[in-house]
């Protein structure tokens, strides 16, 4: 294993190609939910060589329909999006982040194939049947996994259902933001180096599928990815053809978030980021706050077709109210999702500027 490692490690950085379209730098900026990533920032990354992703997460949370259609309005809020992105990528790749746990998922994935989409990425669950609701579109799939069992299983079943491969694999640990792939408690303890052995046969499982084939399936790790020493880990180190970033991109400002919630990343400390129990039942990483705090929360008024197992009789809140009120400016009665590393935002920047101090060669 060291001496595989030792061997990617050594490898010059090459162009990250995605479906035969090579890219000025190999990153992706992650998707995040609710009114954070949109076609502001998507278009913006897309124009400086990245991949621009837009969360389809209640992405019509604006929309004058959305509390009584809330399907109707995210699907319709999609298309719109997508197209204002186009506008400012300037010929730059643009796809959604699509979550397997939400509620007709597979409509979400065909209505993003549909409007054009490049690039589909999604988890928050294993998207075994992705491949299904996109079939007969020219649109990328890359799935996201945490371990190389779930590499495996993935790579399995499409090859075995849909005979084809993923066009990418990303790979998110768990210094992630959000929602996390990983137990309370792995998120607490794993540490990067150890998570970096397990990243190591992730690639390792996809370059077999891939060679088997006849196919690149480039990797990006994601995660706790903000400076240029992450960079130069995920790159240089273990050998991944690419990274995906978030938290990096929330304090820039084409970021589609209000300035509030802008500022309670600029404002946080390290010690204010922490793990949360999501209602939904998955832990997530987020600031602390006057609601993180709170024992009692309002009950949820009214279902807004959110996650497909969420009962809303039976969660303590509901999650697409307190990230609508992130969304919205609010910073103490709001959930506000962050990365492990949103504590090292001290400015506001461009996204040209990010990018040229993730990638400086």
């Known amino acids: 294993m060291e001496e595989k490692a030792c061997a990617r490690g050594a490898k010059e950085r090459r162009p990250l190609v995605l479906g035969g379209r090579p890219l000025r730098v190999p990153l992706i900026q992650g998707g995040m939910g609710v009114g954070i990533s949109l076609s502001g920032l998507a278009g913006a990354v897309a124009r400086e060589g990245g991949v621009g992703l837009i969360s389809t997460a209640q992405i019509g949370w604006r929309e004058p329909d959305f509390d009584t259609d809330p399907i109707g309005a995210n699907l319709r809020a999609l298309e719109a999006?997508?197209?204002?992105?186009?506008?400012?990528?300037?010929?730059?790749?643009?796809?959604?982040?699509?979550?397997?746990?939400?509620?007709?998922?597979?409509?979400?994935?065909?209505a993003a194939a549909m409007a054009g989409a490049d690039l589909i990425v999604s988890g928050?669950?294993?998207?075994?049947?992705?491949?299904k609701y996109t079939q007969g579109f020219p649109v990328l799939l890359a799935p996201i996994v945490s371990s190389q069992k779930a590499a495996e299983l993935i790579c399995r079943l499409w090859e075995r259902r849909y005979q084809r491969l993923p066009d990418l694999v990303v790979v998110e640990g768990p210094e992630a933001g959000g929602h996390l792939g990983f137990t309370r408690e792995e998120a607490e303890s794993l540490t990067r180096e150890e998570y970096g052995q397990e990243?190591?046969?992730?690639?390792?499982?996809?370059?077999?599928?891939?060679?088997?084939?006849?196919?690149e399936i480039p990797v990006a790790v994601a995660g706790g990815i903000y400076g240029r020493e992450d960079v130069a880990w995920a790159l240089d180190q273990l050998g991944a053809d690419a990274v995906q970033v978030a938290t990096r991109f929330v304090t820039t400002w084409e970021c589609d978030a209000p300035q509030a919630f802008k500022d309670a990343y600029l404002q946080a400390k390290k010690e204010d980021i922490v793990i949360t129990q999501s209602p939904v039942g998955m832990p997530g990483r987020a600031i602390a706050n006057r609601f993180l705090r709170q024992e009692a929360h309002p009950r949820p008024r009214r279902c807004h077709q959110c996650l497909e197992?969420?009962?809303?009789?039976?969660?303590?809140?509901?999650?697409?109210?307190?990230?609508?009120?992130?969304?919205?400016?609010?910073?103490?009665?709001a959930l506000i999702?962050?990365?492990?590393?949103?504590?090292?935002?001290?400015?506001?920047?461009?996204?040209?500027?990010?990018?040229?101090?993730?990638?400086?060669?």
Request: aromatic fraction near 8%.
């Open 124 to 131: 928050a669950g294993l998207p075994v049947d992705l491949p």
């Open 337 to 361: 999702f962050c990365g492990a590393n949103a504590w090292r935002s001290r400015e506001m920047e461009t996204v040209r500027q990010v990018v040229a101090d993730l990638f400086p060669e």
């Open 81 to 110: 999006e997508l197209r204002k992105a186009r506008e400012t990528a300037q010929g730059g790749m643009v796809g959604f982040n699509i979550m397997v746990a939400t509620r007709r998922y597979g409509e979400y994935a065909r």
């Open 199 to 215: 990243i190591r046969r992730i690639l390792d499982t996809v370059k077999a599928y891939g060679d088997r084939r006849q196919k």
């Open 309 to 333: 197992r969420c009962r809303p009789e039976a969660i303590p809140y509901c999650i697409t109210d307190a990230l609508v009120q992130a969304a919205s400016g609010e910073r103490e009665d």
